[in-house]
């Protein structure tokens, strides 16, 4: 059975909130890292890597809980889209080529120091 929309996570909330699935076959075929494989359409990008050996970070993603998309360790490169996209709320679509491990995603991932303030250094 085909999907249009996954639901998301709803804080307290009366809204219903949903991500879109774009229209196509029931069955689609995305390449990950290289590697091309079938999934339904609408299954979330991380659930589709996790299942075909591709392991992507997670920090706030579970397969029994809707998705939240909060904490951003999910990045992956999704050639055709601006940016990095969090792979669990990325439905996928056919045709899709998604990177993994680029030097882009490895990059957004790492977390870097931050400069020490003038002041701190600064003894009184």
């Known amino acids: 059975m085909s999907t249009d929309a996954v639901r998301m996570s709803q ?3 009366e ?3 949903v991500i879109p699935v774009a229209p196509g076959p029931d069955v689609v075929t995305i390449t990950i890292d290289g590697k091309a494989v079938q999934a339904p359409r609408g299954e979330l990008l991380i659930k589709v ?7 992507i970070p ?5 397969e029994r809980m809707k998705p939240v998309g909060m904490c951003r360790m999910c990045l992956v490169e ?9 792979s669990c709320a990325t439905p996928v ?9 680029s030097p882009n ?4 991932k ?10 701190a250094l600064r003894s009184s």
Do not use: L
């Open 49 to 55: 890597a996790q299942e075909h050996g591709s392991y």
């Open 105 to 108: 995603v490895t990059a957004a």
């Open 110 to 119: 790492t977390i870097r120091p931050s400069k020490p303030r003038a002041r």
């Open 11 to 13: 804080w307290p909330s």
């Open 58 to 62: 997670r920090f706030c993603w579970h």
């Open 15 to 17: 809204q219903r909130y």
């Open 78 to 86: 999704v050639e055709g889209m601006r940016g990095m996209q969090i």
């Open 93 to 101: 679509t056919d045709g899709m080529v998604v990177n993994t491990q």
